[in-house]
């Protein structure tokens, strides 16, 4: 992999360190804002709700304000300007990844994402590589716990194979306690999910595949759903696979079924919950089988981590191209992965 030494396409992007964050005040988007911080970067708070907005001032004194919705361009534009990057954590993301996306366009800013639904990221990858391009900016959809941390490990486990047979990546949490966004994206997201099969994309099978998993130590042998998000869509786009399909366990399926299921509760002073995950990924290539996993705490905090390390490397050029670019293709995936690790990641 080469990775490309030119800075961003912002002349002055080594000193603006204002990152505008679209959906500020949701869970994952304070995560967001408090992981900026740590790392330097100046937090430009941005969504429609403007009492929430100010509310952000209890966490963070001081932050930048900007009301800001998809409905009115102006405002995104008003909300990117200065910026070197926008971050969106906005779902449901097939109302907002476009028109962030194209407000990013016109800035000239970098655009990175949480998406897990696949029909959005797809819409990225189709609609808007050669104008990222064009721009000069970098688009990185599902920059997240769902979509580019299997990514990056498939990538990593891949190595050196110019392509394998098949690659399923099977996710297991202890619980599922599923925020306000996630409850709505669910509700919203009717579309028919995809997998990799015959090597190409294609439906999944209705009803969706079970199977036993011997997941590693906290978990142990589960039963895991078929349940393809957003990383399926990246894997596509880089890495050649004759088969990939993406499990979840059952036990985590069934909490965010529930309707009575609580939200994420913190358990520390950093915000996480103490919900355990594990993801594993096994690509398989004849009789040879490589793995790769990562274990860790609360599926929405790490994602945090996952997209400002994905923004620093996109801002300084420690990526291979412009356009719109999937985790694994964009980044060193084994350096990056141990970039995160041992504080948010425990690599296997």
Not at 280 to 306: F, W
Request: charged share 20%.
């Amino acid at each position: 992999m080469s990775i490309n030494p030119a800075a961003a396409p912002n002349s002055q992007a080594t000193q603006n360190r204002r990152v505008a964050v679209f959906g500020a005040y949701g869970h994952t988007g304070r995560f967001v804002i408090a992981r900026l911080r740590e790392r330097g970067w100046v937090p430009v708070a941005c969504g429609r709700d403007a009492e929430r907005l100010v509310a952000l001032d209890d966490a963070f004194p001081g932050i930048d304000r900007f009301v800001a919705s998809v409905d009115d361009p102006d405002s995104l534009d008003r909300a990117l300007a200065g910026t070197v990057a926008v971050i969106n954590c906005a779902g449901p993301f097939s109302d907002t990844a476009v028109p962030v996306v194209e407000a990013a366009l016109r800035a000239k800013v970098h655009y990175l994402d949480t998406v897990a639904e696949q029909q959005p990221a797809l819409a990225l990858f189709e609609r808007y590589d050669e104008a990222a391009k064009a721009a000069g900016i970098v688009i990185v959809p599902a920059m997240a716990f769902y979509g580019g941390l299997a990514d990056l490990l498939a990538t990593s486990a891949m190595g050196d194979w110019d392509g394998a047979d098949e690659i399923l990546i099977a996710v297991g949490l202890d619980s599922w306690h599923p925020t306000n966004g996630t409850r709505v994206t669910g509700e919203r997201n009717k579309a028919r999910r995809v997998v990799v099969s015959n090597g190409a994309l294609d439906f999944v099978a209705d009803p969706a595949p079970t199977r036993d998993w011997a997941f590693q130590a906290p978990f142990g042998n589960q039963e895991v759903v078929g349940v393809p998000l957003s990383e399926i869509v990246l894997i596509s786009k880089h890495l050649r696979s004759s088969e990939v399909h993406s499990f979840l366990n059952l036990v985590s399926l069934k909490d965010v079924r529930d309707p009575t299921t609580p939200a994420p509760v913190a358990a520390d002073s950093s915000g996480r919950s103490a919900q355990v995950f594990l993801v594993e990924v096994m690509v398989r290539k004849g009789e040879v089988q490589r793995h790769a996993s990562a274990q860790g705490r609360d599926i929405y905090a790490v994602s945090a981590p996952l997209i400002v390390e994905a923004m620093e490397r996109v801002v300084d050029g420690r990526r291979t191209r412009t356009g719109t670019v999937a985790a694994g293709e964009a980044f060193d995936a084994p350096g990056f992965l141990a970039a995160l690790a041992p504080e948010h990641l425990v690599l296997a």
